[in-house]
């Protein structure tokens, strides 16, 4: 595919070499390339899904996107530019690309190296999705969708083994209006969400989003997944029972006593049978993660999964915990402990299905994996991600890509160069051909300084750094 | 929502469902939240750094007129809208807050209205995408004298999209009307009549005035004050803004400008005979309740909202 490179293909299109599709998901796909000008760097593309039919640009979009523009951190992905197809007005987002997410390495432990993750690269990974998670939320910014599959791991190259926080296709500013989780067809997988979600709260604060990453930690601890409840399917958000019934056996029953708001909860209130009748054993967090109660990790982990939101840790005071002042200490390579002799794990990469263009039309031609250290052949289709064997998608000979190479006047739109880039492409984009001066810019370029200075200072603000740095780490 | 709920900012937490729709706004003050007073400087904050300005491209007077009457009415088409679909004012004041920063960078020529209505309708939607729950299709919005077909209307959007740079989380003043009333309210009693006047005020402003000059943080506190007492002279006002520790940061001068303002806009209205449609819907608000709608403030966000059900008849 990346030898299809035509000469009259769209400007933004042609500084890329696809290489083909690595996810397919409600939102849309995603497609892994190459920047041709430096063929070291690796962008993964996500394209939107065409929203339906008279509804414009899709709301997600627009907030993913806006969101994107405002924050800018380490552990956060990075948005490199957006990109607009105007023939068929579908978006295109171009992010670094990350090899690694920690759906794929719990199950490389579980499934193929039958063996936990070490201590290091669990801490070094829980403190920067807590670093990352610090920042959004001290820009107000709730995420509402953490699950593994959303935690990426950068792979070879300057930023090995840094966490990055992804999606945010459900992420808002605190005080937007909250459409229903299951909204657009979205659906949130239901063992990462808090229980105040779970019991119908109709306010609900960032604390959510500690929830998940207790859950998260849990599940790097044990490599299964904490409260895999059985989601019940139906609209809009049902009451899920059984994800209740699979936390309350590890946690114990919640009690007015230690969560006073509880008694206002809806379904609280509604379902006295099975959610306050029950009466659950003994709680046993410390069994189901094998770790000692006295022991920091323990602790930390229990706070996150505390039940009243109130009470819960925020990041910032988990980042504070001494769990992550104590040996190993985490470091900024998350994959590659600092103590020479120590066994590191080689992940496989990506599967690419090398057969889909940046439209999802599928070619005939042959397959090819790309390849790299142990590749798990096959069998990779998990979640989020779209294995190469089942490409249940039809078969155009001519599809997407010459059709493509007929869309000159997509007008890239250069987060670098902001204001500029998005007047270029005006022409372009001119519906019904308006005749429009080009107005005068507000100096975007003193623009983005300040505003990456102002984030910048956030940043600054209360974020530790790495604990107790040490140079050997960097 | 607990009838004795005392007054914080809403605003730190998210709200799934319209029920605090149906019940009256009943303003008791209570001690604001430091975490609310931390959250209204950042969202200050955040104002400065989306800093555009505007900037006159054009100053041949007759092109003047003709741009501020077609913005009249694009602002009076947005307005009816919202009220046909009952999206909040917030909304609409968001929307009109696009098309001024739109109009800042590119320039609509004279004479094309069918662009700046088209403009309206892209900006209207884009808003209610940011801020509502339920948002109607494109084909939904009946501009007055044009039919746009859905996808004309889409590439539109893309095109405010791109001219604002993807920047679409404006804060409006709505954000800090509580948060301002709760603060000098200890020498005004704070109820609804003042805060629906308030809320007129700001969407009086919007319809005359480029919102680029004055950022919202201003016209919020210029509103509630001139809600609360419209003689202030400089130094009164000077002197019961002093106490509300989250204006530090936004000039004293600025504020005052924007009171009078604000208070030469509603003189030259009552001084005009005729009722425009802000007028009875300032109305509407005072009596509680009529033409069979449930017309009530809301305590998130001060605003009113028709049921939706009520659309299709309307339509």
């Known amino acids: ?474 | 929502m607990d009838p004795d709920a005392t007054f914080t900012l809403p605003s730190l937490l998210c709200e799934e469902d319209d029920s605090s729709l149906d019940h009256q706004v009943k303003i008791k003050v209570s001690q604001p939240r430091s975490d609310d007073d931390q959250y209204i400087r950042s969202l200050i904050e955040r104002e400065t750094q989306s800093n555009d300005s505007s900037c006159v491209i054009c100053d041949d007077e007759s092109t003047k007129n003709w741009f501020k009457c077609a913005r009249l009415d694009a602002v009076n088409w947005i307005f009816s809208t919202r009220e046909i679909w009952g999206f909040h004012f917030r909304t609409a004041y968001l929307s009109l807050t696009y098309f001024d920063r739109f109009n800042s960078r590119r320039v609509i020529d004279d004479g094309k209205e069918w662009a700046i209505e088209l403009l309206g309708i892209a900006c209207l939607s884009l808003a209610a995408k940011m801020e509502e729950q339920i948002v109607p299709s494109l084909s939904h919005f009946k501009a007055q004298g044009y039919i746009f077909e859905s996808s004309v209307i889409q590439r539109m959007e893309l095109m405010v999209l791109t001219t604002l740079e993807w920047k679409m989380c404006g804060i409006t003043p709505f954000a800090y009307l509580h948060h301002f009333f709760s603060k000098i309210s200890d020498e005004c009693d704070c109820n609804e009549v003042l805060v629906s006047k308030a809320i007129g005020f700001v969407l009086d402003f919007s319809k005359e005035v480029n919102l680029m000059d004055h950022r919202p943080s201003v016209v919020a506190i210029a509103a509630v004050l001139l809600a609360c007492d419209d003689q202030l002279t400089r130094n009164t006002l000077e002197c019961k803004i002093g106490v509300v520790s989250s204006l530090y940061s936004l000039e004293k001068e600025c504020i005052y400008n924007c009171y009078i303002l604000l208070k030469e806009l509603e003189t030259k209205k009552n001084n005009t005979p005729d009722l425009n449609s802000f007028d009875l819907l300032r109305n509407n608000w005072s009596k509680s309740s009529n033409i069979g709608i449930k017309r009530k403030l809301t305590y998130n966000g001060f605003e009113q909202k028709c049921p939706v059900q009520k659309i299709s008849r309307r339509l």
């Open chain 1, 1 to 474: 595919m990346s030898n299809r490179s035509g000469s009259n293909r769209p400007e933004w299109l042609q500084q890329y070499d696809l290489i083909g599709k690595i996810g397919e998901g409600t939102y849309g796909l995603v497609f892994l390339a190459k920047i041709k000008s430096n063929r070291s760097k690796s962008i993964a593309i996500k394209k939107f899904k065409q929203s339906k039919d008279g509804d414009g640009v899709s709301p997600t979009a627009i907030r993913e996107i806006m969101l994107l523009r405002e924050i800018s951190h380490e552990n956060v992905v990075k948005l490199v530019n957006v990109h607009i197809n105007h023939i068929d007005m579908s978006l295109y987002l171009a992010f670094d690309y990350a090899e690694h997410d920690l759906y794929e390495i719990i199950r490389h432990h579980r499934d193929k190296v039958n063996q936990a993750i070490n201590q290091y690269t669990v801490k070094s990974i829980l403190w920067q999705l807590l670093n990352g998670l610090n920042y959004l939320h001290s820009n107000w910014i709730m995420h509402r969708d953490l699950k593994p599959s959303n935690i990426l791991v950068m792979g070879d190259g300057e930023e090995q083994g840094v966490v990055k926080i992804a999606d945010f296709g459900l992420a808002r500013i605190y005080q937007a209006p909250l459409k229903p989780l299951s909204d657009n067809g979205v659906v949130v997988t239901i063992w990462y969400r808090a229980p105040e979600l779970l019991l119908g709260a109709k306010h609900y604060t960032s604390a959510v989003d500690m929830w998940a990453v207790g859950c998260i930690f849990a599940e790097l601890l044990t490599l299964k997944p904490l409260f895999q409840g059985q989601e019940v399917k139906a609209t809009p958000n049902p009451f899920q029972l059984d994800q209740l019934d699979k936390i309350f056996k590890v946690l114990g029953h919640p009690t007015v006593d230690k969560w006073p708001t509880l008694a206002h909860l809806p379904h609280w209130q509604s379902d006295q049978q099975h959610i306050q009748g029950h009466k659950y054993d003994s709680p046993g967090l410390y069994s189901v993660v094998h770790l000692p109660p006295k022991n920091s990790a323990y602790d930390l982990l229990s706070k996150m999964l505390e039940y009243d939101p109130r009470k819960r840790l925020t990041a910032a005071q988990a980042l504070d915990h001494e769990y992550f002042r104590m040996e190993p200490l985490p470091g900024r390579n998350a994959l590659v402990p600092p103590q020479p002799g120590e066994k590191i794990v080689n992940y496989p990469t990506r599967p690419v299905d090398t057969n889909t263009d940046f439209e999802g039309t599928t070619s005939l031609q042959p397959a090819q994996q790309q390849a790299s250290g142990n590749q798990m052949s096959g069998g990779m289709a998990g979640a989020h991600i779209m294995g190469t064997r089942n490409v249940p998608r039809p078969v155009h000979m001519v599809g997407g890509m010459q059709r493509m190479q007929q869309q000159q006047n997509m007008a890239a739109y250069n987060l670098a160069s902001q204001a500029a880039a998005g007047m270029s492409g005006g022409a372009a984009m001119n519906p019904g051909n308006i005749p429009m001066q080009r107005g005068v810019a507000a100096q975007p370029h003193q623009q983005q300084q300040q505003q990456q200075q102002q984030l910048r200072r956030k940043d600054g603000m209360g974020m530790p750094g790495y604990p107790q740095q040490k140079s050997r780490r960097f």
